[in-house]
């Protein structure tokens, strides 16, 4: 399956990765392998973004996206306003369409949106000029995760064409399986979801995965197991009986992991709950890179707002 790389992106925004041809996201990939070298000089800035502005509207809690996008922003030379919806108007009834347009009076080139809504990026991206990136929306998308999934198994493997990815855990809530199911798939590689039945969404057979009610025939042979937490603040009632019993049936265990492939890599896009989806031991095991995750995360952010304003500005090394 040999996919060339595309010359830029074609839209203005970054609002999922169903919506971008393998090309891009090979365009992604590739331009943030550049950008990976600039986390390691004395001095970790470059002109590329001087003049531009970024506002990081979050209006759901975030560690790692929303530090990774203002290292990357700020690393690339932007001006960053941050938005915290616990502190905006946003408490006092505003809108988000209300909320953007009175940012967007103050001009910005770029809004990073992470909102508990699908589709409010979208929205947004419909209604300004300024290019508009999913931070994460709902259960829809995290396409920046996916991305950053996606590059640090492409640095460990040299590339993603037949690699065997489990993705095990709340799937039926998960945004980052639904974005990194997309596209591993268009990149060649075989996605297997495993979750208990009850945190399977309905029609998961049309994301092009194979399903698992259960972990073990799931990580079998696997080159990459990523674990994920339990979405209790989207969820109205417990769809297990408790957080033991869940362990004891799904938690990748030092036992389990045995069964993927030797070279086997742990993944987890955080916040881990340790002792209840991954044992303490895995996490922090030699096969964990789920640190290299987030320092890969802001590569790719980089990677996405160099591109995003067109790649005409100095790259990133000249
Ligand atoms: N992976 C991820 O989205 O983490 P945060 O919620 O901390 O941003």
Known sequence: MAVETAKALSGKDLVGIAPLEPGEIRLILETAEQFLEIARRPIKKVP?????TVVNLFMEPSTRTRFSFEVAEKRLSADTLNFSASTSSVTKGETL????????AMAPDFIVIRHSRSGAPHRLAKLVPASIVNAGDGINEHPTQALL???????RFGGLEGLTVTIA???R???VARSNTFLLTKLGAKVRLAAPASLLPLGVEALGAEVHTRLEPAIEGADVVMMLRIQQERQDRLNFPTQREY???FALTPERLE????HALVM???PMNRGVEIDSSVADGPRSVILEQVTNGVAIRMAILYLLAGGHREAADS
């Not at 590329?48 to 531009?52: N, W």
């Open 268 to 270: 987890h896009p955080g």
């Open 97 to 104: 369409v209300d909320t953007a347009r009175n940012l967007m």
């Open 48 to 52: 590329t973004l001087r003049g531009l």
């Open 259 to 262: 069964l993927a492939a030797p």
């Open 149 to 155: 999934d996606a590059f640090t198994m492409m640095r």
């Open 173 to 175: 809530h998960s945004r």
């Open 247 to 249: 362990y004891d049936f």
């Open 169 to 171: 855990g709340d799937i």
